[in-house]
């Protein structure tokens, strides 16, 4: 296997290993880990297809949420129109 030198005189292959290993340092540092633990706490102990139903759940219920305060405020529309207060 020929491996290419880059201008400092490491190998191509060298210095991508130095870059992951200084990715994974950088990791502590950034929102990534954050992000991943967070999903973990939410999804961590769920199979791929329970998590796919929790996210359809969860997509549905803000569906509905909004179903009912649209329904809300055009019952209370219809109230204040039949009594006479608009």
Do not use: C, P
């Not at 030198?5 to 130095?18: L, M, N, Q």
């Not at 929102?31 to 359809?56: C, I, N, P």
């Amino acid at each position: 296997m020929r491996v290419q030198k880059d201008y400092k005189g490491e190998s191509r292959r060298d210095a991508h290993f130095v870059r992951i290993s200084q990715v994974k340092q950088g990791l502590i540092l950034t929102g990534v880990e954050q992000t991943y633990y967070r999903w973990r706490k939410e999804y961590g102990g769920l199979k791929m297809d329970q998590a796919r139903r929790l996210k359809e759940l969860e997509q549905e219920d803000a569906k509905l949420k909004r179903l009912v305060s649209e329904l809300s405020l055009e019952k209370l529309v219809l109230k204040d129109i039949a009594t006479g207060n608009f």
